[in-house]
């Protein structure tokens, strides 16, 4: 449909997610970033073809490591890490699309045809009616009501205006209804370079030393022989 993002986020850790960048048209995107959690396979990485920005979550190893260049939540989904790393940015309002967080009345599909996730994985899970934006019930599931609370988590300790386009989409505390026509009409009246912004940003880091390299590497090594030694004693124990 001829719109190109930006910065595409994702959360995952399954190499079968690699079927989100494997149908991809490479051409003229290399200004568009992947901000990946540091959890996602290295192949994953290898196959997108524009550039590539790791972000640090708040996870265990990541302190382990001695890793500091700013943890974040970030939320449990791709679209919760979009909107921190926007409010992050500075972006305000943020307009959400495509946020419904529930089955479609009529089809009751969840995702678009051809979406890597599909709406098959989400239909055995337990269906819960919830409060929609026309003010109606819409049937949703435990983990995006778990969506739901990440965005109301974001609009409150970011103090972001947030717009929620989505009309039969679960109403979001915090966020205003807006039709999308209406939204873009009267939010998006300037033209702006965010890759801009976005280099300008990411000039302030400095590349990992091979000093510092050299000492993960010994981390790792020390980390290996521990599980290996571990392995060795269940078995030994077994």
Not at 133 to 143: A, C, F, H
Not at 148 to 177: M, P, S, V, W
Not at 204 to 212: H, I, L, M, N, R
Request: charged share 30%.
């Amino acid at each position: 449909n001829g719109t190109q993002p930006h910065i595409m986020c994702t959360t995952e850790r399954d190499e079968r997610r690699e079927d989100l960048v494997e149908h991809f048209d490479w051409e003229g995107i290399e200004d568009v970033y992947m901000a990946a959690c540091n959890v996602i396979p290295h192949s994953m990485m290898e196959r997108f073809g524009g550039k590539r920005l790791m972000a640090y979550r708040f996870y265990p190893y990541c302190s382990w490591l001695g890793i500091d260049r700013g943890m974040q939540a970030f939320g449990a989904s791709s679209a919760t890490m979009a909107f921190e790393l926007a409010a992050l940015c500075g972006c305000n309002p943020i307009i959400l699309v495509g946020q419904d967080l529930c089955y479609d009345r009529e089809t009751m599909k969840s995702h678009t045809d051809g979406h890597g996730a599909g709406s098959d994985q989400f239909r055995n899970r337990k269906m819960i009616e919830y409060p929609a934006n026309d003010g109606k019930m819409s049937l949703t599931n435990e983990w995006w009501i778990v969506f739901r609370g990440d965005f109301e988590r974001f609009i409150k300790n970011y103090k972001i205006e947030c717009i929620n386009t989505a009309e039969q989409g679960l109403h979001i505390e915090g966020a205003k209804y807006m039709p999308f026509k209406e939204a873009i009409e009267k939010y998006l009246t300037k033209d702006v370079d965010p890759v801009k912004h976005i280099e300008a940003a990411l000039s302030d880091f400095e590349p990992t030393s091979e000093e510092y390299k050299e000492e993960l590497i010994d981390k790792f090594d020390e980390a290996i022989n521990s599980i290996e030694n571990s392995i060795d004693t269940c078995n030994e124990a077994i």
